[in-house]
């Protein structure tokens, strides 16, 4: 399981990576015009991903491959849905929907920690 957690770091520190690159580029191109979601998107995976999975590792933590999947579905939710929050004020609109992206992730996070859990009480009795 130390593998798979291992896996999970390294996508996520290249994910954070990414979105920091992306951002900084996208705001290049901006003309000026920035925004704090799209600045600070990288933050999302940094946080969730890097360094939640960096103290599972030292603490010899292995919650298992369904709440790793499902945690990690989040971290791309949140992310998106930062990254295009970021797309609409720097075009200079807005958008009801974008509310569906915070939303979504945290319903996702909750399944993380609850579903994995109701596998284990199955699988024990």
Not at 62 to 70: C, E, Q, V
Not at 93 to 103: A, C, D, H, Q, S
């Amino acid at each position: 399981m130390e593998k798979e957690l291992k896996k999970n770091l390294f996508y996520n520190t290249v994910w954070t990576a990414f979105l920091a690159l992306f951002g900084a580029i996208y705001e290049l191109f901006s003309h000026g015009v920035t925004s704090y979601y799209m600045i600070y998107a990288f933050a999302i995976p940094l946080i969730m991903g890097v360094l939640l999975y960096e103290v599972m590792l030292i603490k010899n933590i292995f919650p298992g491959k369904t709440f790793a999947n499902i945690w990690n579905t989040a971290i791309a939710t949140f992310s998106i849905g930062c990254v295009f929050n970021g797309v609409l004020e720097i075009y200079g609109t807005t958008n009801r929907l974008v509310i569906v992206y915070p939303v979504a992730g945290a319903i996702l996070m909750l399944i993380a920690f609850i579903l994995p859990q109701r596998f284990r009480s199955v699988l024990e009795h």
